[in-house]
């Protein structure tokens, strides 16, 4: 009788101990959450593609410094990409020397995006002939350029004046810029310009009418203007971004791939605002993220969306 009143002492002790060990967790601290780490280098600062208010931050962070911090900024932002990158860049090259300059269009070239500003200080930079930048203006010249930069090219490439190396970055440009894949031969290309510098033009604007106009022939339309965008691009970036806003999906959809095509970083931001119009699990949105990447136009996306 003993050892049962014992065994039943034990067990009530034991769980009247296990009932207040229940009612004392909830009062226990919590497990501490770790803080994630800093960035600390300023590729993970910028964010990929860079972020417009990391970019004001960096550019800050080394006014007044030497040509070696500018150049380290540029280089960051050439790996982080996107169109504030390429704003950035334009500053950089705005406040450097020819050093800085080299390796701002050097980081244009790997962005790989036209850009307005950017193709302004690159045909500024080429008008200092002899500038130790030259080589790297004249093979961005091909990147961020558009169909107006395609006679400087030519007449750099043809040039007696110009290094090997800087007629070798003019005709590496000229394929840039055009898409046409030629050898570094000036009669090939000078004869192709010849020809395509008057009827490009009537063969694009005929493209856009048939986009327009003809339904059933609006892909092979499409095809044709996203291959030419680069001969006008003021002109076809102002009707890709109304055929973005379009009633017909379709319609938008050949949008998408015109401005993926045409490598306009001023387009990143439309595609941004037609990924938010579009419904979640439409066929556009998913069509536009490709692009959205391509243009890095996830930098304009309110913090709000999915």
């Known amino acids: 009788m003993r050892l049962l009143l014992l065994i039943c002492a034990l067990s009530l002790g034991l769980v009247s ?21 800093k960035p600390t280098t300023t590729p993970e600062r910028l964010g990929r593609p860079a972020r417009p208010d ?28 996107g169109p504030a990158a390429l704003g950035g860049l334009v500053e ?9 300059r080299a390796a701002a269009f050097q980081a244009a070239v790997r962005i790989g995006l036209r850009h307005d500003k950017m193709r302004s200080v690159v045909r500024w930079a080429l008008g200092r002939r002899g500038a130790p930048d030259r080589m790297d203006a004249v093979a961005a010249l091909g ?33 840039a810029v055009s898409g046409a894949a030629k050898p570094d031969k000036l009669r090939r290309w000078s004869t192709w310009w010849a020809s395509f510098e008057h009827a490009g033009p009537k063969r694009l604007e ?5 986009f327009v106009g003809n339904p059933e022939q609006r892909q092979i339309a499409a095809g044709i203007v996203a291959r030419m965008a680069w001969l006008r691009l003021d002109f076809v970036s102002d009707r890709v971004v109304t055929w973005l806003r379009d009633g017909d999906p379709e319609v938008r959809l050949a949008a998408v791939r ?17 990924w938010q119009a579009e419904e979640a699990d439409s066929r556009v949105r998913t069509a536009l993220e490709p692009g959205m990447r391509r243009l890095g136009g996830e930098i304009f996306l309110a913090a709000k969306s999915p």
Request: no cysteine.
């Open 206 to 210: 005929d493209a856009v009418k048939q």
């Open 54 to 81: 990391a970019v004001d931050r960096e550019l800050e962070a080394v006014r007044g410094k030497d040509m070696r911090a500018l150049t380290r900024l540029a280089r960051a932002l050439g790996t982080s990409g």
């Open 92 to 100: 950089l090259a705005d406040r450097g020397d020819a050093r800085v």
């Open 143 to 175: 990147v961020v350029g558009d169909g107006r930069d395609v006679p400087s090219l030519l007449a750099i490439a043809g040039s007696a004046n110009e290094s090997a190396a800087v007629r070798r970055a003019a005709f590496a440009g000229l394929r």
């Open 258 to 274: 015109i401005a993926t095509a045409s490598r306009s970083a001023a387009l990143a931001r439309h595609l941004a605002r037609a």
């Open 17 to 37: 101990a296990a009932q207040a060990s229940e009612q004392a967790a909830p009062d226990a601290p919590a497990r501490a959450v770790p803080t994630p780490a």
